[in-house]
Every structure is written in structure tokens, then in C-alpha cells.
T-cell receptor
Framework: AQTVTQSQPEMSVQEAETVTLSCTYDTSESDYYLFWYKQPPSRQMILVIRQEAYKQQNATENRFSVNFQKAAKSFSLKISDSQLGDAAMYFCAYRTRNSGNTPLVFGKGTRLSVIA | DTEVTQTPKHLVMGMTNKKSLKCEQHMGHRAMYWYKQKAKKPPELMFVYSYEKLSINESVPSRFSPECPNSSLLNLHLHALQPEDSALYLC????????????????FGPGTRLTVL
């Protein structure tokens, strides 16, 4: 079974600074997806960024980028120019790339605080 | 319309009550999901519907009864719940994934905060 580990229960960052959230995972599969989801206090889960395992290039979405190290099974999220609205719970998630709508496997989450 | 709506936003019920949670999407998605999320924990999958048929049931107690009456609606019927069932219940939807195909993002609703007294 796949597992996802987020070793940082809480992180904080000054506004406009850069922060990196860590995620490692364990799988025997070679083809899968990795995600970072954001859940602000409003509760809605929002997809921040997605990485397909067969792509070597790291995904980027505006101020959000990932460092995907397939051999090390590491998938960290970098948030640049942090904003107050980035404060939220961040979940790293894994999903196998097959049919049948297999579920997302979530890490335990990292709570990010942004200090003005 | 890229929205998943859930009603009610909050629900308080006694252990003998029967209530239902409702989820709706109009994105043409044919896969819908129920998750349970306790405070400061990640979501836990409960059920998956694919083309209105139950495809995954993660050994959820029978006091939770899902229903997918059509491709846009997903219900979760609640009966004889326990206080430990108090949680945030999230609904999500996506296109049905095909092996080797592109990932179809799961869109989440805002959730129903359930309190069982």
C-alpha cells in the first residue's frame, strides 16, 4: 500500500518570503500522480499543483512550484512571495495512474501560518 | 460552472435522528466521492460512485448509507449515528479516470460540519 508522509506538522513564514513544505511517499509503482492540496479555514479543499510521475520537469503554478525527486520519492512544495491568503493546511496526496477512480492517499498535513 | 455544492453547511443531530447530506455538481462529472474529515486530520475516503454505481465502499458502518439518484446528485443518509461520527463531510466529483489517460482532478465541495449529540 502507498503511504504519504509530511514530517512538518506546522510551519510559519514571513509575508513575501519563501517557504518549502516537505513530502515523502512510498510506493512500488512507477506511474502515478502527486498533488498538493490547500485547505484554508473556510474548509474547501483546493488543488494547488499536480505532478505526473513520468514527467521529469517540475510542475509550476505561478508562485507555487515543486521539487520532484522520483528516485528519492520526495515531493516538496515551494511557495514564493508568501501572502496572507496562503495560510492554510496543506496536504500532499498520491494517486496511482490507473482506471477505476482509485482514491487519493493523503499525508497528515502541514499547517502553514503567514506572519505579516 | 466548476462548483460542487453541499447542503446543509452545518448539521446538529441526536443519535436517534435520521438526516441526509446532499451534494450537487453540474460539471458533467460521472465520479462522485464522500470523504470524512476529523479536525486537523486528512480526509478519509468513505464511498466512490462511478456512473451512478457504488464502486468503492471503504468498510463504512451501515449507519451511513450513500445514494446517487442521478449523475449530478449524491446523498449521504445518516441514521443512529454516534458522537464519534461528528466531523466535516466532504463531497468531491471528477471525470471518470481511464487507465493511462490524463488525471481528472477531484473538485471538492465546502463540506457539511456534522455534530452528533
Amino acid at each position: 500500500a502507498q503511504t504519504v508522509t509530511q514530517s512538518q506538522p506546522e510551519m510559519s513564514v514571513q509575508e513575501a518570503e519563501t517557504v518549502t513544505l516537505s513530502c515523502t511517499y512510498d510506493t512500488s509503482e512507477s506511474d502515478y500522480y502527486l498533488f498538493w492540496y490547500k485547505q484554508p479555514p473556510s474548509r474547501q479543499m483546493i488543488l494547488v499543483i499536480r505532478q505526473e510521475a513520468y514527467k521529469q520537469q517540475n510542475a509550476t503554478e505561478n508562485r507555487f512550484s515543486v521539487n520532484f525527486q522520483k528516485a528519492a520519492k520526495s515531493f516538496s512544495l515551494k511557495i514564493s512571495d508568501s501572502q496572507l491568503g496562503d495560510a492554510a493546511m496543506y496536504f500532499c496526496a498520491y494517486r496511482t495512474r490507473n482506471s477505476g477512480n482509485t482514491p487519493l492517499v493523503f499525508g497528515k498535513g502541514t499547517r502553514l501560518s503567514v506572519i505579516a | 460552472d466548476t462548483e460542487v455544492t453541499q447542503t446543509p453547511k452545518h448539521l446538529v443531530m441526536g443519535m436517534t435522528n435520521k438526516k441526509s447530506l446532499k451534494c450537487e455538481q453540474h460539471m458533467g462529472h460521472r465520479a462522485m466521492y464522500w470523504y470524512k474529515q476529523k479536525a486537523k486530520k486528512p480526509p478519509e475516503l468513505m464511498f466512490v460512485y462511478s456512473y451512478e454505481k457504488l464502486s468503492i465502499n471503504e468498510s463504512v458502518p451501515s449507519r451511513f448509507s450513500p445514494e446517487c439518484p442521478n449523475s449530478s446528485l449524491l446523498n449521504l443518509h445518516l441514521h443512529a449515528l454516534q458522537p464519534e461520527d461528528s466531523a466535516l463531510y466532504l463531497c468531491a466529483s471528477s471525470q471518470v479516470s481511464i487507465r493511462g489517460g490524463r488525471y481528472n482532478e477531484q473538485f471538492f465541495g465546502p463540506g457539511t460540519r456534522l455534530t452528533v449529540l
